[in-house]
């Protein structure tokens, strides 16, 4: 049995690298879980200049491949909070994450804006685990 932590998960973009100077919604990848049994979003925040801004967190799930039946996650499917995940101005340079542990194999993390009038940097990871098949390339 494997013991490291390298061949036992896959990164995946959630949502990359960007700027947010407006309240536009940050939709992320819609991630393929299959194969593997756990999901794991991690968010980044660089600097988040308008002191007055918040970040709220949603996550999706469905069936469909495109996410067309996106429905939002059951809290009995997540582990941690989407509040938790969520953030304000006030979290520079921070770390965030929320996990599911949901049966759908299609799932997606969006980040909300709201009062953002500066630029906000922002990036999202989905660590993917327990796979089916190890290691894990």
């Known amino acids: 049995m494997m013991r490291d932590l390298h061949n036992n ?6 949502i990359s690298p960007v700027v947010v100077a407006d309240d536009t919604a940050q939709v992320g990848q819609i991630i ?5 049994e756990s999901l ?13 801004a918040t970040f709220a967190v949603l996550v999706e799930h469905g069936d469909a491949s ?18 938790d995940a969520s ?15 949901g049966e ?6 969006t980040i909300t804006p709201s009062g953002n009038a500066a630029n906000a ?3 999202a990871v989905a660590i993917l685990s327990h796979a089916f098949d190890k290691p894990v390339s």
Not at 32 to 36: A, E, K, L, V
Not at 40 to 52: C, K, N, P, R, W
Not at 66 to 83: C, I
């Open 104 to 109: 759908k194999r299609y799932v997606r993390l």
């Open 40 to 52: 794991e979003f991690v968010i980044l925040t660089g600097t988040l200049a308008d002191a007055d």
């Open 66 to 83: 495109d996410l067309s039946d996106a429905d939002a996650v059951a809290d009995n499917d997540l582990l941690g909070t989407e509040a």
């Open 87 to 101: 953030f304000t101005a006030a979290d520079d340079n921070a770390v965030k994450k929320i996990g599911y542990k």
């Open 32 to 36: 393929d879980r299959q194969g593997f």
């Open 9 to 14: 998960i896959k990164a995946v973009r959630a």
């Open 121 to 123: 940097s922002l990036a």
